[in-house]
């Protein structure tokens, strides 16, 4: 079945500091959706990415779709300790509901 | 409006018994999907209700089941309770336009196998 691998699996950053988190597949992802998890909480929509080579931004967030579809990054500059979170990326396949990734979990320390 | 609301928070149940997890969509929602989250494998997807009927199922055995009421409410039953099925249990609804959708999550039903 569809595989959404993403990398790194845990990054502790100092405030300030920037953080990138990379989801790849070895198949065509059609739509990319990504997802923020505070710690005890459950996961919310920030953005998905539908188009080839797309780029889209949120404040200090910023989301890449890859030309080919095969892989999606989310960028956060300047990180503050309200990022702290797991984020996921997710994309569905055919009939079946969105596949997530295992996330990244972000640590931010002040 | 209303978000996802997912009823008990806490369940603790023994191995072998039988536990109900309850979830009600936001309204207008109509799709209703049920992921597991056990610690260190992510969000696994178990079941997928639209308009009552279920659409898909994810890689879990038969005593994972579920239904969709009239009202677009659902219930996860798992049957013969094993340790490894401790878990957070997220429900989430989207307005059923596509696969596309946006998820909404509830805060989860923490289950705990003992």
Redesign the interface.
Known sequence: GQQVMQIPQYQHVQEGEDFTTYCNSSTTLSNIQWYKQRPGGHPVFLIQLVKSGEVKKQKRLTFQFGEAKKNSSLHITATQTTDVGTYFCADYSGNTPLVFGKGTRLSVIA | EAGVTQSPTHLIKTRGQQATLRCSPISGHTSV?W?QQAL????Q?LL?YDEGEE??RG?FPPRFSGRQFPNYSSELNVNALELEDSALY?CASSLGQG??S???????TRLTVT
């Open positions: 999907y992921y260190g494998l992510g969000l997807f997928w659409r898909n890689n997220l696969l596309s946006p998820l909404h999550f509830g805060n989860g």
